[in-house]
């Protein structure tokens, strides 16, 4: 079962308006086919009553026999033509026989049943009106009214029915034309009501784009005019926008606090060591600039945390990669091995990072720099967007890549796989963490080129 919780409002509003309008139209149809059914039924019992009324009116009894009124009605002379008048009179049994009868009936007769002819007794003289089945079992409403005459002994029942077919073939046009109608008028009204959800909602919509495009970077605050039910969201909404953003502010200024506070007495420690040579300086000057190393690395990673709480940054990728090649081309120039590197790479002109430009710098930048120390000449790296809000960036390099089993402690913090090789060991580590702190992921993998493939997924800025 479908959790309405869930359904969007549209959804919620069209489909309960839907349902009531269901509703209201099958019970509208039911009562005007049930009315104009009964309206029919009532004219048609009137043009009976008023048959059995000239029946009653009009007999006479002449030497004790009952003599019929002449009827200028056609109909009643037509053999099985629907109109049909019978006169009954009623044996001491409680049986009742024809005395007289229509022409129309021709060999038939109209027989009562013995809860009609209960009905008749109960009260005498009152017109009374049911259904039965006549010649050829055709349908018939009828009228009956059981009186007594002056000199006739025994009571009369004065009987008038007509076919009920033509009612019933009325009602059914009727009900037809008033469903077909009622099916008009009905999907009218659900496409009214979605035509006003969708206007009555359109505050709501510019809100959640308002809303996205702070999300992405393309607006600081809500700025447009919403209606007094909304208005005090959309006050609210800035005001939790600037609170955030003094919270990354403060936070900023915090981390730029303590790197100072840190940076300085490291700083003292190292030019100390440096003019003091000996066993001891070297393991201070080591050990201080691990330190260093180490701080900066917390502080970039609480930096990015910070930042991609509330980032609204977008960073065009391709410059970045173009600003890396370029600058790491030159950077191995002049390896000792006497060869450069040669970067090949790859991204669609539009696509953008969500997050500030020295974090994406400073995550593919990393990898770059990892495979340039390793490759025996070339790198390859492609960013390509993988959904509306996720982006990959993918390295590979010819060198000579990395077991599956130390690829895990790769990722590792101070993790070095080759103890010759320079470095700390934080590269991977840092890209992996800045990674972690935008909700993204890196994996390593083997290479087509035949060394290491790095896949750094990240989130991507919409267009």
């Avoid at 002379?77 to 049986?95: C, E, F, M, N």
């Avoid at 950077?331 to 974090?359: H, M, T, Y």
């Avoid at 990722?411 to 320079?422: C, F, H, S």
Wanted: charged residues 25%.
């Amino acid at each position: 079962m479908l959790d309405l919780r869930r359904r969007s409002l549209v959804r919620r509003l069209v489909l309960f308006a839907g349902g009531w309008t269901l509703l209201v139209v099958l019970v509208a149809g039911v009562f005007l086919t049930a009315q104009f059914r009964d309206a029919a039924i009532r004219r048609f019992d009137q043009s009976l009553a008023v048959l059995t009324d000239d029946l009653y009116a009009g007999s006479t009894v002449e030497d004790g026999q009952l003599r019929a009124p002449v009827l200028t009605d056609i109909r009643a002379t037509r053999a099985y033509s629907g109109r049909y008048w019978v006169i009954l009179k009623k044996q001491p049994d409680g049986a009742m026989r024809p005395i007289v009868r229509s022409r129309s009936l021709f060999d038939s007769d109209l027989i009562l049943s013995s809860t009609q002819i209960g009905h008749l007794n109960s009260e005498p003289g009152k017109t009374h009106f049911f259904e039965m089945h006549g010649p050829q079992e055709k349908p018939l409403r009828a009228a009956a009214i059981l009186a007594r005459l002056p000199g006739y002994a025994n009571p009369v029942v004065f009987l008038a029915a007509e076919d009920r077919s033509p009612i019933d073939a009325d009602a059914d046009r009727f009900a037809g034309a008033t469903a077909i109608a009622l099916l008009i008028l009905g999907v009218g009204l659900l496409l009214a009501v979605v035509v006003q959800v969708r206007f009555g909602l359109q505050p709501l919509f510019r809100l959640r784009r308002e809303v996205a495009s702070v999300r992405r970077g393309k607006a600081e605050r809500l700025a447009d005019d919403y209606p007094e039910e909304l208005e005090p969201l959309s006050r609210e909404l800035n005001a939790l926008l600037a609170h955030n953003q003094e919270v990354v502010e403060r936070q900023r200024t915090h981390v730029g606090n303590l790197a100072h506070a840190l940076k300085t007495p490291l700083s003292v420690m190292l030019t100390e060591a440096s003019q003091q040579p000996g066993q001891l300086a070297e393991v201070v000057e080591r050990q201080a600039q691990t330190m260093r190393e180490q701080v900066d690395h917390h502080l970039r990673r609480a930096r990015a945390a910070a930042r991609s709480q509330t980032s609204g940054e977008r960073t065009p990728v391709e410059p970045i990669l173009d600003e890396l090649a370029v600058t790491l081309e030159r950077i191995f120039q002049g390896r000792s091995e006497g060869r450069g590197v040669e970067i090949d790479w790859r991204c669609p002109e539009d696509l953008a990072f969500q997050g500030e430009k020295q974090d994406l710098l400073e995550v593919v930048g990393n990898v770059m720099e990892n495979a340039g120390k390793w490759c025996k000449g070339k790198i390859r790296v492609e960013a390509v967007p993988t959904g509306e809000a996720r982006m990959t960036v993918t390295v590979d390099d010819d060198g000579p890549g990395l077991p599956p089993e130390e690829r895990a402690l790769a990722l590792k913090r101070g993790q070095r796989l080759d103890e010759n090789a320079p470095g700390t060991g934080l590269g991977l580590s840092i890209v992996d963490e800045l990674a972690r702190a935008y909700g993204g992921s890196v994996k390593l993998g083997e290479s087509p080129l035949g060394g290491l493939r790095v896949t750094l997924d990240l989130p991507r800025a919409e267009t």
